[in-house]
Structure formats: C-alpha cells, structure tokens
C-alpha cells in the first residue's frame, strides 16, 4: 500500500518562500497513470487544491496560486516537493500530499486522490 509523508518547516515568516517535501513508499512516483498532489486546508476551511505532477513528469497548477507556486520531483529519491512563494498568514494550514489515478469529478484535478499523508501544519507569522 501507499504510505505518503510530508515534511518541512512548521513556521514560515511572511514573504519568505514555503518548501515542503513529501516522500512516498509503497509505490513509485514513476508508475503509469498515478497523479501526486499537494491540498491544504486553511483552519476552518475546507481543501484547496493546490498541484499536482503526473506519472509522466506534467504538472498542473490552481490557477489561483500558479503564480506562486511550483511542483517538482526526485525519482532517485521517490519524493516530490512543493514551493510556495511570498507567503502571507493567508496561507496558513494544514497540508497534505496524496495520490490516486482514477479519473473523478469530485476535485478540481480530476483524479480522486485514495492516499493522502497525515499531513503538515505550517503557520505563517513573524
């Protein structure tokens, strides 16, 4: 079974750049047709979608933080990570990498992601 972790600083001051890693065992990030993703979820809020980089090395971004946001990753270390630029407390939250390869409308990327880490808190304050 897929097992997804995340990692990375838990405090990010304002306009500083977030970097999160997550690392994947279980699987492979390179195995056809599998979708990897970061979401967050803002205290109080409900999930935003934020990337995701397919099996195959594309990536997609929500237009609302592709500006700010990159998605990336490392086969020979079976992680991918996430950047995210310029941040203010607005992105504040918990954040999760996941993964699925079924196709589903239930989510703005259009796979429903079945393996989710625990995932992160990062607090953005000076």
């Known amino acids: 079974q897929v097992q997804l972790q995340e990692s990375g600083p838990g405090l990010v001051k304002p306009s500083q750049t977030l970097s999160l890693t997550c690392t994947v065992s279980?699987?492979?990030?390179?195995?056809?047709?599998?979708?990897w993703s970061w979401v967050r979820q803002p205290p109080g809020k409900g999930l935003e979608w934020m990337a995701y980089?397919?099996?195959?090395?594309?990536?997609y971004y929500s237009p609302s933080l592709k500006s700010r946001t990159s998605i990336a990753r490392d086969t020979s270390k079976n992680q991918f990570t996430l950047q995210l630029s310029s941040v203010t407390p607005e992105d504040t939250g918990v954040y999760h990498c996941a993964t699925g390869k079924r196709p589903s409308w239930s989510n703005p990327f259009g796979y429903a992601m079945d393996y989710w880490g625990k995932g992160t808190l990062v607090t953005v304050s000076s």
């Open positions: 980089i397919a099996y195959n090395g594309d990536t």
């Open positions: 279980g699987g492979s990030i390179t195995t056809d047709s599998w979708y």
